[in-house]
């Protein structure tokens, strides 16, 4: 298979292996064309169908089954007798509700239990026969590979190193200007380290070796590092639990070396019993997660990272980068997600580009990041218009914060809300949602209503395009906030334009200034 992010080449069908011929190379290709597949993990099976050959994923099925596959692999060299059953039912349930959608063959891919067993053969050989579905099982190389896609598909700009830890073991890839480089699989899974016995020291010892050599390979050291899979996703639920972290979105939550060896010196002495009611977490994850820990904390010993980021995305998502062309994984993810929403969830679609050239004066300095956000705001500015109006403006707000949306950290997450919220609301005091605020400095909640006051009056101008009904002129220094009316903008002027008008002109702490187009 191939190892530089590339899918392989036009040969013919059979060369294609488990990726299948390109989605989006036909231009005449259905834009909501669904595709599924199948991670055949130690720990778990998962069936995830992507809605839309986007570049931004939309989860139309998303369904998990804790197996246990590789549960005691390293003592009998034997996938786990009951994991194997219930990873089959999975599978075969998975293919008929594959056909119940009516979507392409699932593509199946199984990973370090299947591949390292004896019986591993015999199961796929099973798995085909009595599902008719083909398991592709990839080495810890193409594991790695695919996971780093995973990340870069959710976080193009993304530099460091991926750590996913499965079941029976932890691959680690590295990544930069789009692409995968260097990557190394060990066998520090769970599953594998619960084979060491108890003595804890005996476990540090093993662990910090095997980092160390990894340590080399990568040449990593004050990197950032991006976590993929389950274990690491409880854990960092857990440091938001701790620290009482107002928005339990898991993907780009970041955490820094100190705060996240604190959360493991908490977890070495918490009630993981009660903790897991408080979370929601499985009985069956929570069970690896010391074992988890001890891997995390001799990763953030040995790698000295800078930070440690969550991601969501991972392998599954990386079969779906897999298939993309570089002019589609060039596009901004969040971008590219905004606007399917407006195309499918606005009354006029197509309607945010002109609203955010119109508003686009008031934002002269802006960094680059900011102004990818006010895009993106204007983009989903009329998305939640069918919520009751009582509840319109946190609906906005709940949308934009905890929606599935890549290449968004939180404190952009809450931005955006509040920016949406004030885009059907005036006011924020009292709201249920002021302990997210605190993400965002002093200035950056200005900002956000600033943003938002703009949208409410820009959307209400006119309903065709506002820039033909006037032009917005923004003087810093003087503080005047100037627009200058056509002859058909002077009939759109009413009185409710002009009370939204002042109001973001209050907002901006800016005298206002009206004009007639000579």
Not at 321 to 332: G, I
Not at 346 to 368: A, H
Not at 392 to 418: I, Q, S, W
Not at 463 to 489: D, I, M
Request: hydrophobic share 40%; with cysteine; proline share 5%.
């Amino acid at each position: 298979m191939p190892h530089d992010g590339q899918g392989p080449s036009d040969s013919g069908e059979e060369d294609w292996g488990p990726f299948g011929r390109p989605l989006f190379d036909d231009p005449s290709a259905r834009a909501l064309s669904r595709v599924g597949v199948v991670d055949v993990g130690s720990n778990s099976v998962r069936m995830v169908v992507f809605d839309g050959a986007a570049r931004s994923p939309a989860y139309f099925y998303n369904e998990k089954v804790m197996c246990g596959l590789g549960k005691g692999l390293a003592e009998t060299g034997r996938l786990n007798p009951q994991g194997r059953v219930r990873a089959l039912a999975a599978l075969k349930r998975f293919a008929l509700l594959a056909e119940g959608m009516e979507i392409a063959p699932l593509t199946v891919v199984a990973t370090a239990a299947t591949r390292e067993a004896e019986d591993g053969p015999e199961f796929q050989a099973e798995v085909l026969r009595e599902t008719g579905l083909k398991l592709w099982v990839i080495d810890g190389d193409e594991e790695a590979r695919l996971s780093a896609q995973g990340v870069l598909l959710g976080w193009p700009d993304a530099k460091g190193i991926v750590c996913d830890i499965g079941g029976n073991s932890m691959e680690l890839a590295r990544i930069g200007n789009g692409k995968v480089g260097k990557r190394v699989s060990t066998a520090l899974g769970p599953f594998r380290l619960q084979q060491l016995g108890d003595d804890p020291k005996k476990r540090q010892a093993h662990i910090a070796r095997v980092l160390k050599d990894v340590q080399g390979d990568l040449q990593s050291e004050g990197e950032r590092i991006y976590l993929v899979g389950g274990s690491w996703r409880v854990i960092a639920r857990l440091d938001m639990e701790r620290r009482n972290y107002p928005l339990t979105v898991l993907h780009e939550y970041r955490m820094t070396p100190k705060g996240l060896t604190d959360t493991l010196d908490w977890l070495a002495v918490a009630d993981l019993a009660v903790l897991r009611g408080r979370t929601g977490t499985s009985l069956e994850r929570m069970e690896l997660v010391p074992l988890a820990c001890e891997v995390l904390r001799e990763l953030i010993r040995v790698l000295k990272p800078s930070e440690i980021d969550v991601s969501a995305y991972g392998i599954r998502e990386g079969l779906l980068y897999e298939q993309m062309p570089e002019k589609l994984r060039a596009r901004d993810p969040l971008i590219e997600a905004a606007r399917m929403t407006e195309m499918t969830q606005s009354r006029i679609p197509g309607f945010g580009k002109k609203l955010f050239e119109f508003l686009e004066p008031l934002f002269p300095d802006v960094s680059k990041d900011r102004l990818r956000l006010i895009k993106t705001a204007c983009l989903l500015h009329d998305t939640t218009w069918r919520a009751h109006p009582d509840y319109r403006a946190e609906a906005c707000f709940d949308n934009a914060t905890r929606a599935n949306l890549g290449g968004l950290d939180h404190p952009g997450r809450v931005f955006l809300g509040l920016a949406l919220l004030h885009r059907y609301k005036n006011s924020r005091a009292g709201s249920r949602l002021e302990p997210m605020f605190r993400l965002l400095s002093e200035d950056e909640v200005q900002e956000a209503e600033v943003l938002g006051k703009a949208m409410r009056f820009g959307a209400m101008f006119s309903v065709g395009n506002p820039a033909k009904a006037g032009a917005l002129h923004w003087n810093p220094k003087k503080r005047v906030l100037e627009l200058t009316l056509t002859t058909a903008g002077e009939g759109l002027f009413g009185e409710v334009a002009v009370a939204r008008f002042t109001s973001l002109a209050v907002a901006m702490k800016a005298q206002t200034s009206v004009l007639k187009a000579t």
